[in-house]
């Protein structure tokens, strides 16, 4: 339980086996390499690791490259529930060393899906071009005049062009010149008129149109009518959109090799992390040598492994030093394991300090339950983690997290049964009704708070003593937790039937008090320093201000399952309202499924939040600091 | 007194009013970022949402102190005296001011955590929390909203 125990390992091996050793190492996946100390003990230049890596990183960029470009024509569709776990693929061993074996195929294979990828780009391009072009020519689809014959005759000039306003301006323009002209207008579009003017070529009617805006423009075209010509441009574009469907086509089809190049990606990834573990070798002339951490009880299992690959080797496995920061990995009862998510979202425990998973576990459990304090919505989330489990594929980290809702989800089908709340309707008289009387739901809260915050102050306590600082443990934490006690039974011992012994409980604070004065003198030499020390002990007397305010911190509790009920009970007075209406039922069932979808949502999001909060603000502050350093195994 | 009723009225506005406004303002903070993250990576849509609705809650608290009055007032029937109704109007303070800033601020709040969502996703549990803590006070104004309110008798 808690946190495992490590032994510091060293292997040394004949350098030509370095390779078989790592590869072992990493498919066992069950030790931490360190980094050697000093650099000049390794002969092995950075230069070929580095070249070595250089060679993996281009195979992995290829690789990546074929993923975006699969990505981009064949999108995985992640579903909501993806969008939180990540998209995977799960292989079985055989079709793992299946596509291993295919590693040939998938040059040739990126080979082809970038030359497919080329070509759409090509062919994309190309039609765009056309497009631009149909464009430019589609104002004059109404002209069916060939261009052969724009430039006139020896006496008939024509002149074709645009202009932005109305027409009428120029026939007027060329009216009042009285210049004989025939004009007609071939098309438009949302800024300008396209037209064509035919005139006499002695008559100043060119001159005349340009003085009025008249721009002239011909259309890009050099035989045949526009029409002819657009009809061919529709033909090429749509002969490019053909082709561009079978590449995209061809794209996809080639897209269902996607696991291949994830596994190679995988494959490489992992050859990577290997070579970089030759960086943290040290390596002689003929020997190299390594040292790590192993999880104590795995060390027989890694002796095993490296006698059976029958190589000349040294394996010494040895207790961890006095001051070494030993990594930090995690073990608890299965109950546990998912609370363990918990604690590594917030910070891992240092070597010296507990495991808190197991402390957190039981009130985790019940701060949940209390928040969310609804039976059905308790069932639904333990129903939905469960059939998440089954359905997808989830890493242990997401596993863990699923867990730890569903043991959370039971949390609040516990206290929903106390309450009776099942789904917002009480069906039967339970302890107390939350809406009725939220008096008590406040000190039930409150109760809760008060009870984990002794926790956390014993299992402080139990630190110190483990450290074998047992005066810590008796002044420091034995006599604050006397005088909290008094101070709260002076405050409501007469609620508690306790008021005979106002007088008692009265010295008891005071000497209590005075203990934790005269506790915070100690080791300290010489009556000055012992003096000096006394307002630091009256700021410890403060500290309860601090305490208290922790405890009151927990009413949260109590306003998220009352705000969870009060929502409940509205949405079914709805349905009852609505339900009584002729065709009422429809959207009394609409109200209620809707009602408590988005209750449901907001509750278990906010009682989350809160239940975690409570443990790393209020909870750990007590006894838990953290910082320590995840156990990172070489691993594939 | 009409008057009793008025105030009372009163008081279920402004729990339920400011408390929405400062939600709706909030969670469009926050959603706005959100959004632009999604334009990036339609992936982030689930991690992203939860910071989004994180500052909703305070709307919801103004509207249950709201229902609640509602209820007791349908409860009755008939005119509100006087103190009672200057008691709803005083009882809806609390959820309905609190509410208003501590969703903005939550808002703000949530928002820097959908950067934590962009930039680091393994980390984004951290920046629910860190949103989670602005609630701290709004439920504390709920809270004794809620007491307020239960110490009134008609």
């Known amino acids: 339980m808690a946190i495992v125990p490590m032994k510091r390992l060293e292997l040394y091996g004949l350098k030509r086996h370095k390779a078989s050793f790592l590869s072992e190492l990493q498919r066992l996946g069950l030790v931490e390499l360190i980094k050697p100390a000093e650099e000049a003990n390794r002969v092995e230049t950075g230069e070929a690791i580095g070249s070595e890596l250089r060679r993996i990183d281009e195979k992995l960029n290829e690789i990546n490259r074929v993923l975006a470009i699969f990505e981009r024509f064949a999108p995985q569709k992640p579903n909501f529930i993806e969008q939180f776990a990540g998209t995977k693929t799960v292989l079985t061993w055989e079709e793992h060393q299946n596509y291993l074996a295919k590693r040939e195929e998938a040059a040739r294979l990126s080979a082809e899906i970038f030359d497919a990828e080329k070509e759409h780009t090509r062919l994309e391009q190309e039609k765009i071009k056309v497009e631009r072009e149909i464009e430019n020519l589609q104002p004059w689809a109404g002209l069916d005049l060939p261009a052969e014959a724009w430039n006139g005759s020896r006496r008939i000039g024509v002149l074709l062009g645009s202009f932005d306003r109305e027409p009428w301006i120029l026939t007027e323009a060329l009216a009042l010149e009285g210049i004989a002209y025939c004009f007609c207008q071939v098309g438009a579009d949302d800024y300008h008129s396209y037209l064509i003017f035919f005139y006499q070529r002695d008559s100043r009617a060119e001159e005349v149109l340009r003085a009025k805006g ?132 917030f910070s891992l425990p240092r070597q010296d300090e507990v495991d808190p998973s197991a402390a957190i576990a039981p009130f985790f459990f019940l701060c949940y339950g209390m928040a969310l304090g609804d039976a059905g919505y308790g069932l639904l989330l333990s129903m939905i983690c469960v059939v998440l489990m089954a359905k997808i594929t989830m890493r242990p980290g997401g596993r863990k997290m699923a867990w730890l809702f569903f043991v959370s989800g039971l949390g609040a089908v516990f206290f929903g049964l106390l309450t009776s709340s099942i789904f917002g309707y009480s069906l039967y008289p339970g302890l107390f009704n939350v809406i009725e009387k939220p008096q008590l739901l406040l000190i039930v809260a409150l109760g809760l708070g008060l009870v984990q915050l002794y926790t956390g102050t014993v299992l402080s306590a139990w630190m110190c003593i483990k450290n074998g600082d047992w005066a810590e443990a008796i002044w420091g934490k034995g006599v604050w937790l006397l005088f909290l006690t008094s101070l709260l039974l002076l405050a409501g011992g007469s609620q508690l039937g306790l008021a005979a012994y106002a007088q008692p409980i009265k010295y008891t604070t005071l000497v209590t008090a005075v203990l934790l004065i005269v506790g915070n003198t100690r080791g300290k030499k010489g009556l000055w320093a012992k003096l000096k020390a006394i307002p630091g002990g009256l700021l410890t007397i403060y500290g309860s201000v601090s305490f208290f305010s922790d405890v009151l911190s927990y009413s949260r509790l109590m306003a998220l399952g009352l705000s969870g009920a009060v929502m409940g009970s509205i949405i079914n007075l709805f349905v009852k309202m609505t339900w009584g209406a002729p065709v009422g039922w429809i959207f009394a069932v609409v109200i209620f499924l809707f009602g408590h979808a988005l209750n449901f949502g907001l509750n278990i999001l906010g009682a989350y939040v809160h239940s975690s909060r409570l443990q790393y603000l209020e909870f750990f502050n007590t006894f838990f600091t953290g910082g320590g350093r995840p156990f990172a195994p070489l691993k594939l | 007194m009409v008057l009793g009723t008025l105030y009372a009225f009163l008081g279920v506005a402004i729990a339920v009013l400011f408390s929405g406004i400062g939600s709706a303002y909030g969670v469009s903070i926050a959603g706005k970022l959100a959004a632009g993250v999604v334009t990036e990576d339609p992936k982030k849509f689930g991690q992203t949402l939860i910071l989004t609705a994180l500052p909703g809650t ?97």
């Open chain 1, 214 to 345: 008249f721009v002239p423009v011909r259309p890009e075209l050099t035989a045949g009518t526009v029409g002819e010509q657009l009809a061919v441009l529709n033909a090429k574009k749509q002969e490019l959109e053909t082709s561009l469907a079978r590449m995209e086509e061809r794209l996809k089809t080639l897209a269902e090799e996607r696991p291949l190049f994830l596994t190679l990606n995988d494959y490489w990834y992992n050859q990577r992390l290997q070579v970089e573990a030759h960086r943290q070798l040290l390596t002689g002339k003929a020997v190299f040598g390594l040292e790590g951490w192993v999880p104590a009880a795995q060390a027989s299992r890694v002796e095993q492994v490296i006698t059976a690959l029958g190589l000349p080797n040294y394996l010494h496995f040895s207790d961890p030093q006095e001051d070494e920061e030993i990594p930090i990995l995690l073990e608890n009862k299965k109950v546990f394991t998912p609370f363990e998510k918990l604690v590594e979202a």
């Open chain 2, 58 to 154: 305070q709307g919801i608290y103004g509207f249950v102190i709201g229902m609640l009055m509602v209820f007791k007032f349908a409860a009755v029937g008939g005119p509100i005296p006087l103190e009672a109704g200057i008691r709803f109007l005083i009882a809806g303070l609390p959820v309905g001011i609190v509410g208003l800033f501590s969703a903005i601020l939550q808002g703000k709040v949530a928002a820097a955590g959908i950067g934590i969502v962009a930039k680091r996703p393994e980390e984004s549990a951290k920046g629910i929390v860190y949103a989670g803590l602005v609630e701290t006070y709004a439920i504390l104004a709920f809270i004794i909203s809620f007491f307020l309110y239960n110490s009134i008798t008609l």
